[in-house]
């Protein structure tokens, strides 16, 4: 946990300082707000204790600053002034706490551990926002203008989709995009990856079982179709589903019922299918891999979503996205990437798609300059 003091009082500093470093806490110092703020916008902080009068920038002025820049480190104020209508203020302008000079160590270590339990928390809620709800479809070209239109039509109806494309353009993204604009986008999204499910685990997954159905089946298990009763079932990689498993499947959507592995009663589900492959399914029905009724059922409405390469003009957007979106979950401001590294990533193939993408920004963030030049490309990436 890293901690910045600002105080133009040199005892008020080094105090605070061996108080919270015998705590563990990591700790560095200012003496006046323009340092604390230099430091507060170059570091990440856990927390950061400012004095209210000092010489050149006061307290007020910098935690004005703070909130301004975007740096959402919690600061708690500290002064030998205080009043009520000081204190007041602080806390209007986005101040997480008061304490009042001479400073008292329990009251110094009970503020630090909230304000550090509530940056931790509001952290942990703008990720999980952005993995549920955050995700964007980036992009302004012609495909992705399609793919959107296409989107707004679809959700709202009961059809099936079936979303092709090939792996890592971004088909899971489709799915929730859908989802999310739907009717029950408040009931349960259910994600299954067909391709990583053994075979022989696969109705057990999809359909459940009951307790003492095979060796290992200690209790009941609901499967992954009744999990998502009422809302949406995501089939992803579904042209490797075992023909088996395909019939079952099959009935579910014809009848919309089901039977758990080891049971004998029939179990009625209302879910909306959406699968995904990277496969062409009508070149595995004639191979004899997929089955064709199953194909029917499925492709009501058939998404193509675009290669990266037939996009480029959004490789831009998307590198700005992901660099924001990294640094972000690392606590790290955000780098910029010259118009020069720009070129050359736009310029390159990607046959891994937007997740080659993703992982060739985080590459470089991690190796690269600040701003990412033209030459990092060439050293880490060309």
């Known amino acids: 946990m890293k901690v910045l003091i600002v105080d133009d009082e040199r005892a008020i500093r080094y105090s605070l300082k061996e108080i919270l470093e015998m705590e563990g806490y990591q700790v560095e110092a200012a003496e006046n707000g323009k340092e604390g703020l230099e430091k507060a916008e170059k570091e990440k902080y856990d927390a950061i204790f400012c004095d209210i ?20 480190t919690p600061v708690v104020m500290i002064s030998g002034h205080a009043d009520i209508s000081t204190a007041v203020d602080c806390i209007k302008k986005g101040a997480f706490d008061f304490i009042e000079k001479p400073l008292d160590l329990n009251r110094i270590l009970i503020t630090l551990k909230n304000a550090t339990d509530k ?9 999980l926002k952005k993995k549920i709800y955050g995700r964007e479809m980036i992009g302004a070209s012609a495909p992705m203008e399609h793919l959107r239109e296409m989107i707004g039509k679809v959700a709202p109806t009961q059809a099936s989709v079936l979303i092709t494309g090939p792996n890592g353009s971004g088909k899971e993204l489709v799915a929730q995009s859908i989802y999310q604009l739907s009717e029950r986008s408040m009931m349960p999204f259910v994600e299954v990856n067909c391709a990583a499910i053994p075979s022989e685990l696969i109705d ?16 009941d298990h609901k499967g992954k179709f009744e999990q998502a009763d009422g809302g949406t079932i995501f089939l992803d990689e579904i042209g490797d589903m075992s023909l088996p498993a395909q019939a079952k499947v099959l009935r579910v959507l014809q009848e919309r019922k089901l039977t758990p592995v080891g049971g004998d009663k029939e179990i009625t589900v209302d879910v909306r299918v959406i699968a995904a492959t990277n496969k062409n399914l009508q070149e595995e029905i004639q191979k004899g891999n997929f089955r064709e009724d199953l194909y029917h059922r499925l492709s009501v409405i058939v ?16 590198i700005g996205h992901f660099s924001e979106r990294i640094c972000a979950e690392s606590g790290k401001p955000v780098r ?22 993703r992982n060739v920004v985080e590459r470089l963030l991690i190796l690269g300059g600040s701003p990412v030049t033209a030459q990092d490309v060439k050293d880490y990436v060309i």
Request: charged fraction near 35%; charge should be negative; aromatic fraction near 4%.
């Open 53 to 72: 009068k000092m010489p050149e920038m006061d307290g007020t002025e910098m935690l004005g600053k703070l909130i301004e820049d975007g740096v959402e």
């Open 303 to 318: 998404l193509k979503v675009p290669a990266l390469d037939a996009r480029k003009e959004d490789i831009p957007l998307l």
């Open 336 to 357: 910029e990437f010259s118009p020069e590294a720009i070129k050359l990533l736009t310029e390159r193939a990607w046959p891994g798609n937007i997740r080659e993408l």
């Open 204 to 219: 057990s997954e999809l359909f459940g079982h009951k307790k003492g159905s095979f060796t290992s089946a200690i209790k």
């Open 119 to 127: 940056a931790k928390l509001v952290t942990q809620t703008k990720i």
